[in-house]
């Protein structure tokens, strides 16, 4: 009668080790590819922005994107004293446009409603300015936070949450909006988290470039230059050409605001609450490791590393003697303390793309020469 012959003990360890060796090998390569893949996504939503933006050039004789009236500075010695003198004398100010979706109160003949930040309430007024400045209730807001605004979606999919304003990476915030990625309309509200607040866009615009050059202006040595107020200057809020930029290869157009790529944890504990569910994330400039996929003014994308970014801003500031570096340190209410440079996860010190020096014609690297 023959015997049939069962494994050993040994023998199911051995394959049972063996198993257990090509799991460990082959996870990290599948986490790798998955991580590649997100980025290649966001690198594909930028450049999906990038001819959007160009096409919004196209229709407005190279100008870029904004959101506020050419004139508002004309109008007052602040941003709420400008807009409620230009509501009077002109008439109400666009509202920050979110999108059309059904609710009460300004409807259209389909029963749908204009959601948005509206500029007859006063504390809406500072979501005009691209980043706000001087005594500003929105420290550190702005419309450069909102480029998926109604008034430019509409050059992409005409919808306030759509995937290509969301890095698959920015977890925190997709899970917020979740509800709302697939919904056929312009707007929706189920994407409200917080207290209200929206779902931000993983991508931010440089406010920087968003204004006149001569507000975010380098120090000189015969003593001009330097931040300038813009309700001091008018036409400080007129947003520049595409062709002022000179140095279209090496200024940032948009990038990742949150800490996405080589980040080391999500929510950050120096801000008191946050948006999702009581937590902040952390910003591209909160760490060395930071490395946010970017838009440069050329077209072209790749990565700009917050180590790369403070290197280029040394480097400057060293050629000038400390006059100035890449990014403007004199500007109110952010000074040398820059874009929450003290909510970083370490020692990171800088604030390009936001605080850019010189704005649209300043940089953000330099180049290899």
């Known amino acids: 009668m023959r015997q049939t012959r069962a494994f050993t003990i040994i023998e199911l360890l051995v394959v049972v080790s063996i198993i257990a060796l090509l799991i460990g090998i082959l996870l990290p390569a599948i986490g790798k590819a998955r991580d590649q893949a997100k980025l290649t996504m966001s690198q594909a939503n930028l450049r999906n922005l990038g001819t959007a933006h160009q096409s919004y050039a196209a229709e407005w004789s190279d100008r870029q994107f904004t959101l506020v009236a050419d004139t508002i500075a004309s109008y007052g010695s ?38 948005g930040y509206w500029m007859n309430h006063a504390g809406n007024h500072p979501l005009l300015q691209p980043i706000a400045l001087g005594s500003n209730p929105y420290f ?9 605004a109604a008034q430019f979606n509409q050059y992409v999919g005409d919808r306030f949450y759509d995937n290509v304003f969301y890095a698959p990476k920015d977890t925190m915030v997709m899970e917020a909006i979740e509800p709302c990625l697939n919904s056929p309309g312009a707007w929706c509200q189920e994407a409200l988290v917080g207290g209200g607040d929206v779902g931000w866009s993983s991508y931010c615009l440089s406010p920087a470039a968003l204004m006149s050059p001569d507000v975010f202006a380098a120090e000189r040595e015969d003593g001009s230059g330097g931040f300038t107020d ?20 090496l200024k940032s157009h948009m990038l990742e605001h949150n800490w996405l790529q080589q980040t080391r944890s999500e929510c950050n504990p120096a801000f008191s609450g946050g948006t999702y569910n009581g937590c902040e994330p952390y910003y591209f400039n909160h760490g060395w490791e930071s490395v946010p996929v970017t838009l440069f003014y050329d077209g072209h994308i790749e990565p700009l590393g917050v180590r790369e970014a403070e290197k280029a801003d040394s480097r400057v500031l060293a050629q000038t003697n400390d006059l100035y570096g890449l990014w403007s340190r004199d500007t109110e209410p952010y000074g040398q303390d820059g874009y929450y440079i003290d909510y970083g996860y370490d020692f990171a010190e800088t604030s390009f793309h936001i605080l850019t020096t010189d704005g649209i014609r300043g940089r953000d690297k330099v180049g290899d020469g």
């Not at 941003?79 to 002109?90: D, E, F």
């Not at 550190?140 to 998926?148: E, L, T, V």
Request: hydrophobic share 35%; no cysteine.
């Open 78 to 115: 602040s941003i709420s004293a400008a807009v409620s003198a230009y509501n009077q004398q002109v008439g109400e100010h666009p509202p920050v446009s979110l999108g059309w979706a059904p609710g009460q109160g300004g409807h259209d003949s389909g029963g749908n409603r204009l959601w």
């Open 140 to 148: 550190g807001f702005g419309w450069f936070r909102i480029p998926n």
């Open 230 to 249: 813009p309700f001091d200057k008018p036409g400080s809020f007129r947003a520049p050409s595409f062709s002022q930029a000179l140095y279209p290869d």
